[in-house]
């Protein structure tokens, strides 16, 4: 199932929100090639992808399972002792 652009503001828009509920800045994101996708977070410091490269196939199913999880707390995001962002599960 490709990800179109409906479904990739969908999912932007989703992202905002969440990212917004837990404190860090989510951007899907597109590659320049068009064929794969990730998900960045950020905060006040530099930010990196904690999902992805996805192959567009998978990307909109693999991107909801991460915002859900995100969503209901099972998967946090957080900054490694080396100051690498990671989505971890708890």
């Known amino acids: 199932m490709t ?3 409906n479904a990739l503001d969908r ?4 992202a905002g929100r969440i990212g917004t509920d837990i404190g860090w800045e989510l ?4 590659s320049p090639a068009g064929n ?3 998900v960045q977070a950020s905060d006040s410091e530099d930010g990196n992808f904690v999902l992805g490269p996805v192959s567009e196939d998978t990307a909109e199913r693999e991107i909801e399972s991460l915002l859900d ?5 099972t998967t946090v995001i957080l900054r490694d002792d080396e100051g690498t962002v990671r ?4």
């Open 3 to 5: 990800l179109d652009q």
């Open 11 to 14: 999912l932007n828009e989703r």
């Open 87 to 90: 989505a971890v599960d708890r």
């Open 27 to 30: 951007e899907v994101s597109k």
């Open 36 to 38: 794969h996708f990730g």
């Open 69 to 73: 999880r995100l969503e209901a707390g």
